[in-house]
């Protein structure tokens, strides 16, 4: 019975960013857990990779190439995996992107509209797809965005990404609000996890010590463990949690 809550047996998950780092390691849990699963990115070769891993562990999953800019690619995916697997009970907004490191008077407005157009608005557009069809058809489901420890504090040098990630968990907090008992929305705020996104920082040695000193874990994260909050959240076992910021950093913004 304990188990059973965590169970995701049943359920359709669309994932976006789902086809490398943490994105890919949620699908893959997310399969893990019995959920059909929908990985979301630009790149249709990167994304197989992750269908296959679902495929080979017994899991099901379709892959679906958009881009969380794009309205048009948004209602397709939403379409694919009702068709494929019916209607979808969760959706985790995981796409991101951080192009700027360094000071902001050095930043011009493109980028700042880039990283606020993929990251909070994005998130904005998919999660106002998937909120309209479940309220169409009168039904329950779940929203999973993946802020960061810079959605709850401010990370030096990094003002777009930390502003738009800052809107994701205001967001969240309104919609889950709004939207409740029917559509629980929560944020999942890593700290710092191995992936692409982070090896520029990971790969130069002073900015890597002076991140670990400030991380009481002394370590990167893995990917996977930050999908078994995602699964969590999704499961009937976060049932009463909604509007909440899940902040999984290794003590990062705690001290
Ligand atoms: P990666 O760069 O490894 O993966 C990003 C994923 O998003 C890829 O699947 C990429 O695929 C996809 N993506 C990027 N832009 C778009 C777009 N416009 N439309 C659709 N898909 C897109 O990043 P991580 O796995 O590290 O990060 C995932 C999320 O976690 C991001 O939101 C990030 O901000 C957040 N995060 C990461 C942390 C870390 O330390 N790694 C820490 C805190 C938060 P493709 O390029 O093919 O579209």
Known sequence: MTLEMFSLAGSVAVVTGGSRGIGEAIA?????????VVPVARSEDALGTTVDRIH???GEAVACVGDVTDEADIERVFDTAEREFGP????VNNAGTNPFFGDATDLDTETWEHIMDVNA?????CTREFATRVTDRDGEGSVT?????????GLPSQAPYTASKHAIAGMTKT???????????????PGYVITEFTEGVRGNDEIREELLDGIPASRFAEPEEIAGTAVYLASDAAGYVTGEVHVVDGGLAAI
């Open 175 to 189: 919609l889950a609000a709004d939207w409740a008992p029917d559509v629980r929305v929560n944020c999942l705020a």
């Open 121 to 125: 608005t994005g998130t904005f557009r």
């Open 145 to 153: 965005n993946i802020g960061s420890v810079g959605s709850v504090v």
């Open 56 to 58: 080979d562990a017994g």
């Open 88 to 91: 979808v009970d969760t959706l």
């Open 28 to 36: 893959v849990a997310m399969a893990d857990a019995g959920a059909a």
